[in-house]
């Protein structure tokens, strides 16, 4: 029986990035495949018909798709180091962090490096209120959101480890203040240091290019 | 034993409904607590500090918010009875994939389609009606999404046949007639004791209705 695992992936997608360290340190073996999303291989519109995206999970030939849900199904299949809770209680805590970020944070940054000068102000303030229950309330004083390791919900807030730095740049504006944020700033710094994900991270400058070319691109469509 | 659990809820929440039908299904006694929406509980702010809304399940005093996950989490501790979610990992991931498209989509549209206006809002009633023969093709001949047994999918999106009549009358266009194999699934759930007592009343969800679209100051 086919136990092949591939992953369809877009390198600069913070989405792909969450499988691949997922895979990785459950020390998974797998293919990666790259996908260009202008253009679309036959084999991706097959496999995700509905939603058309990357990243898609591919395990014995079955296609899993959105990130959260091959998360939650790699965890299932392969239950050695955890990334959720045992406890049931724990584990919709752990829940309702990613799917705060998920909503909240999607917003946030949307509105902060997407939307345009006007109402700049209030997008950073949405932002740092954001990060700041965060930081208050989902990491406390834990080292990783996951206690002495890392867990999923590190796994879904490495946007703000690894992504945000580009955005930062390209806004000019400073989200992540060690003096605003300290345990936030302290967790990025954890989180890049630990060894799979300090091996697995897109080049900065590439996705800095990368960022700029789509900001631009943006701006200039009429709205 | 089930220890003390209580459901933080609102009659006409379609998110509340799944919570309802789901301890039903495992048997669970609980205790119902109504919040008078729109004007909220200083217990719904201290159980919900983040989001302050309905549903918020609370077993043994601890909170769980978002419907979805408190499907889950009943799911797993009362995981004996009726179980929700199928065993298969794979099987597992479509469930949890088609009842996100259910938030997504059906829910998101289906708001549009009273909230909008012009365009905007006939464009939503041709997408929502899009996403409900989307769900039919995922259907096809089961009786259930979840099979030959009522499942997680069934418990995201049976609620919403409550609010059809809402978005209907508001919406000035007819759901059933565009989407039969939909209407079936519905008529075959609502034979289910623990859908029919856990849906509230369409008529009476069209009242809770007018008074939110009042609320958000929409004509």
């Known amino acids: 029986m086919d136990n092949e695992v591939k992953l369809h992936g877009f390198w600069p997608s913070p989405f792909v990035y969450r499988v691949i360290w997922a895979l990785k340190l459950k020390g998974i073996e797998y293919d990666y495949i790259e996908e260009d999303l202008a253009n679309k291989s036959e084999l991706l519109l097959r496999y995700n018909p509905v939603y058309k995206k990357v990243p898609v999970l591919v395990h014995a030939g079955k296609p899993i798709s959105e990130s959260l849900v091959i998360l939650e199904y790699i965890e299932e299949v392969w239950p050695h180091n955890p990334l959720l809770p045992k406890d049931p209680y724990e584990r919709s805590v752990a829940r309702f962090w990613i799917n705060f970020a998920t909503d909240k944070g999607r917003s946030a940054v949307r509105s902060l490096f997407w939307g345009g000068e006007d109402g700049e102000k209030e997008a950073a303030e949405q932002m740092f209120n954001f990060l700041k229950i965060i930081e208050e309330q989902a990491l406390g004083d834990k080292k990783f959101f996951g206690g002495n390791s890392i867990n999923m919900v590190d796994l879904i807030f490495a946007w703000f480890a690894c992504w945000i730095q580009p955005m930062e740049q390209l806004v000019g504006i400073k989200v992540l203040e060690p003096s605003r944020l300290p345990r936030l700033h302290a967790w990025v710094k954890n989180f890049k240091e630990e060894p799979i994900i300090k091996e697995n991270l897109p080049d900065p400058e590439r996705l800095l290019e990368y960022y700029t070319r789509m900001r631009s691109n943006r701006m200039s469509k009429p709205n | ?219």
């Open chain 2, 1 to 219: 034993m089930d220890g003390e659990v209580i459901l933080l809820d609102a009659y006409a929440s379609m998110f509340g409904m799944r919570l309802r039908i789901a301890l039903a299904e495992k048997g669970v006694k609980y205790e119902y607590r109504e919040e008078n929406l729109p004007k909220k509980s200083p217990f719904l702010f201290q159980m919900n500090p983040i989001h302050k809304k309905v549903p918020v399940l609370i077993h043994n005093g601890k909170p769980i918010c978002e419907s979805l996950i408190a499907l889950q989490y009943i799911d797993e501790v009362w995981h004996d009875k009726n179980p929700l979610l199928p065993s298969d990992p794979y099987k597992r991931a479509q469930a949890r994939l088609w009842a996100d498209f259910v938030d997504q989509k059906v829910h998101t549209l289906g708001r549009k389609t009273w909230s909008a206006k012009g365009e905007e809002q006939e464009a939503a009633k041709k997408e929502f009606i899009e996403a409900l023969k989307v769900l039919e093709g995922e259907l096809g001949e089961k009786p259930y999404f979840g099979g030959e047994e009522f499942g997680y999918v069934d418990v995201a999106l049976i609620p919403f046949y409550s609010w059809f009549h809402a978005y209907e009358t508001c919406g000035n266009f007819k759901i059933g007639t565009q989407c039969p194999k939909f209407v079936a699934w519905t008529k075959r759930s609502m034979q289910r004791e623990s859908v029919s007592k856990s849906l509230a009343d369409p008529e009476k969800v069209y009242d809770f209705f007018l008074i939110l679209k009042k609320h958000f100051g929409v004509e």
